[in-house]
């Protein structure tokens, strides 16, 4: 069965840092693209980045370009590393995993972790 399990989300000051993880399970990595997305309650979901351990590629949204990086063990984990975080980071953040497709587009991930909640302080 095909999981996923993103954690590590709490607190922190604008400016700081977190890393987010993503867990999987049930499948191997090399075959999926996984992203990252965040959801601020009454919005879409936005998909922020995204990457193929297969093939090294990463895509990153213009709102966390140059702050935030995709990263994997290649084995089962995925990590988004959040640098210079500013309030409007604040979101509950998911990972998703796509047979299909590469992207940051919603509707190409078949499978979703339940998601960590971060917040970030002025």
């Known amino acids: 069965e095909v999981q996923l399990q993103a954690s590590g989300g709490g607190l922190a000051q604008a400016g700081g840092s977190l890393t987010l993880s993503c867990e999987t399970s049930?499948?191997?990595?090399?075959?999926?693209?996984i992203g990252w997305f965040r959801q601020v309650p009454g919005k879409e979901r936005e998909g922020i980045a995204c990457?193929?351990?297969?093939?090294?590629?990463k895509e990153y949204a213009d709102s966390v370009k140059g702050r935030f990086t995709i990263s994997s063990d290649n084995i089962r984990t995925v990590f988004l590393q959040m640098n210079k975080l500013k309030p409007e980071d604040t979101a509950v953040y998911y990972c998703?995993?796509?047979?299909?497709?590469?992207?940051?587009?919603?509707?190409?991930?078949?499978?979703w972790g339940q998601g960590t909640q971060v917040t970030v302080s002025s």
């Open positions: 049930g499948f191997i990595l090399d075959d999926y693209s």
């Open positions: 998703a995993a796509s047979l299909s497709s590469f992207g940051r587009e919603e509707y190409i991930y078949d499978y």
């Open positions: 990457a193929s351990t297969r093939y090294g590629n």
